[in-house]
């Protein structure tokens, strides 16, 4: 229904490489949401997406809504240390229910 | 700005005690929600609010209860505590119903039943 798949569940990386987590779901949505969770906080909204093809970018974060409008990705360049944490993607559902998440992907940087 | 506010951070309770989680927001928001995080299982809804005096149940309501007396608080409730209850509880609120902009969440509460 109108669940999101997060992958990978988690992954290890070297400080320095790049990044790719995407999130899909038998659904269409017109909003994709990302945030990241650092150790012992809240999630954080990190990039909205509102059109399909829309690329977007924080600092060096990328985001981009996929066409078919039922998948998401998340790019990070060069990872840092600081980069650790939980990402989900999250969308709205119709009829104005709360948001739908992600399971999330767990991101550890090896310095 | 302090955004969304829970109280308290930490707290360990024996089986059957009760307790009440605090959330406030200073954004005059009107949509307000409580998540409870357990390892692999994500975000899972409790409970929601769509205005003051409102509740709506979520995704896992049981054993939960929870009151919007005022606009800027939402109490979450557990009248008999259960070890399946530890886990992180997170409060958010939001401006639009329909979460197009996001939520803000609160830094959390840890709670362990012991």
């Known amino acids: 229904g109108q669940q999101l798949n997060q992958s990978p569940q988690s992954m290890f990386i070297q400080e320095g490489e790049d990044v790719s987590m995407n999130c899909t779901s038998s659904?269409?949505?017109?909003?994709w949401l990302w945030y990241k969770q650092e150790p012992g906080e809240g999630p954080v909204l990190l990039i909205a997406?509102?059109?399909?093809?829309e690329l977007t970018s924080n600092g060096r974060l990328t985001a981009q809504f996929g066409i078919t409008r039922k998948d998401s990705f998340l790019n990070i360049s060069a990872s840092i240390p600081s980069d650790v944490g939980i990402y989900f993607c999250?969308?709205?559902?119709?009829?104005?229910?709360?948001?739908?998440f992600g399971k999330g992907t767990r991101l550890s940087v090896i310095a | 700005n302090a955004g969304v506010t829970q109280t308290p951070k930490f707290r360990v309770l024996k089986t059957g005690q009760s307790m009440t989680l605090l959330c406030a927001q200073d954004m005059n928001h009107e949509y307000m929600y409580w998540y409870r995080q357990d390892p692999g299982m994500g975000l899972r809804l409790i409970h929601y609010?769509?205005?003051?005096?409102?509740?709506a149940k979520g995704e896992v309501p049981d054993g939960y209860n929870v009151s919007r007396l005022k606009k800027q608080n939402f109490l979450l409730g557990l009248e008999s505590a259960a070890p399946s209850q530890t886990s992180v509880y997170f409060c958010?609120?939001?401006?639009?119903?329909?979460?197009?902009?996001?939520?803000?969440f609160g830094s959390g509460t840890r709670l362990t039943v012991v």
């Open positions: 999250a969308a709205p559902r119709p009829g104005n229910t709360p948001l739908v």
């Open positions: 659904s269409i949505f017109n909003t």
């Open positions: 958010a609120s939001s401006a639009l119903r329909t979460g197009i902009y996001g939520y803000t």
């Open positions: 997406l509102y059109k399909a093809g």
């Open positions: 609010s769509v205005g003051e005096g409102t509740t």
